[in-house]
């Protein structure tokens, strides 16, 4: 089949949703499909750019920045980002083509105006793979109150929804969400897990065994920081056991709370927690061959289910997962069903941490682990199965 993929983030950014379009896209291709990704990029010097790369068709159309900014500036953005979109598609040589699948990627919630353009043009179907039910996780954490700007996040969300035909959801809670829309005649919702694609081989450039925690049993943390994931727990947790002489906390990413949170470990002295900058995901891997447990933390007030990347990349290297997430996640069911991990819905410090102590002695005794994580990404996670159902479905 001949697909379109629109996105705000691809690589060489190196967030979650990047790596997983870029995997995505890459196995299209390698399954025969012709595949174009259409990127809204701030950071190209001309208007547009058209590149090919493993048979992957990249066109970049310079818009507005969208990250690192304030949420104002961000939101005016966004709001024009499709229109531009629009435009410099109609002056490219992609506009004589006509597509037999689109899909396009939310977060954004905005590029519906482009989609709804591609999906008359080529009167094909549309497929949003939705990673966040946005804007209600935001109310649900305190983010935005329940006013004129949810209202108007709420009007261009619900447009996203009329104009696709399939909507891809992560979890299987958030199908719940999408109940009325899905029982109206010719739209479906399914359930699409995330998914990575093979392991990348590059050295890492932290070397635990070159700083302080040398010699520990590392507990580790890799991905964003921002207010949606709740971190404050995990220095809460390395307070705890900072009589523990054997383990160590490795903190390595970017976000919102990264500098608040380093400061914080600074101001009181911690010894056993490092912070990194986020690294390429391609060193990822190697990272976490140093590391005994992977650490996952969500916001206790959200009200939606989310499987976040980083858990994929956790299993994926065999590492056994600690959790803390909001009670009744989905998230929390995959780990205890197959025995991945320990998590907490309580988000209570001390429940946490006696948890913690329990993976940490489980780990010692039960030689499983690592081969029970690995197995669970192969089966639920792996990126060909999410490139087969896609075309069945958009065929």
Not at 102 to 112: C, D, G, R
Not at 173 to 184: A, G, H, P, R
Request: charge should be positive; proline fraction near 4%; include cysteine.
């Amino acid at each position: 089949m001949r697909i379109v993929l629109i996105s705000d983030t691809y690589p060489p950014l190196s967030n979650s949703g990047a790596i997983q379009l870029r995997d995505l896209a890459s196995e299209f291709a390698s399954q025969g499909h012709h595949i174009t990704v259409i990127v809204a990029d701030s950071d190209i010097q001309t208007s547009s750019i058209l590149q090919e790369c493993s048979g992957i068709q990249v066109f970049r159309i310079k818009t507005y920045p969208i990250k690192d900014v304030g949420y104002v500036r961000r939101t005016l953005s966004e709001f024009f980002m499709p229109f531009a979109m629009i435009r410099e598609f109609r002056r490219s040589e992609l506009f004589k083509i006509s597509w037999e699948g689109i899909l396009w990627y939310s977060p954004s919630i905005f590029h519906t105006p482009f989609v709804n353009y591609l999906k008359w043009k080529s009167g094909c179907k549309a497929y949003l793979i939705i990673r966040d039910i946005f804007p209600d996780w935001a109310v649900d954490i305190g983010l935005m109150k329940k006013n004129l700007p949810y209202l108007f996040f709420t009007a261009v969300a619900r447009y996203q929804y009329l104009v696709a035909n399939i909507i891809g959801v992560q979890s299987p809670s958030n199908e719940i969400f999408f109940k009325s829309w899905n029982k109206k005649s010719r739209r479906s919702v399914e359930l699409l897990p995330n998914w990575l694609g093979k392991k990348g081989i590059e050295r890492c450039p932290i070397r635990v065994e070159d700083t302080v925690l040398a010699g520990r049993r590392i507990m580790v943390y890799a991905g964003n920081m921002g207010k949606a994931q709740g971190i404050d727990i995990i220095l809460n947790l390395a307070e705890k056991l900072h009589y523990r002489t054997d383990i160590g906390f490795l903190m390595v990413g970017r976000g919102s709370e990264f500098a608040r949170l380093k400061h914080l470990a600074q101001k009181n002295q911690m010894k056993n927690i490092l912070f990194f900058d986020q690294i390429e995901p391609e060193e990822i891997p190697e990272l976490f061959t140093q590391c005994e447990v992977g650490i996952i933390t969500l916001d206790h007030r959200h009200k939606t289910h989310n499987i976040p990347g980083k858990f994929l990349t956790y299993l994926q290297s065999g590492l056994p997962v600690l959790a803390n997430v909001n009670a009744g996640n989905d998230l929390a069911k995959i780990i205890r069903i197959n025995h991945v991990g320990e998590v907490c819905e309580t988000n209570k410090a001390s429940d946490f941490h006696n948890l913690a102590e329990k993976l940490l002695s489980d780990i010692k005794s039960d030689q499983g682990f690592s081969s029970r994580c690995e197995a669970l990404f192969e089966s639920e996670f792996a990126v060909e199965n999410k490139v087969k159902q896609i075309i069945h479905s958009l065929s």
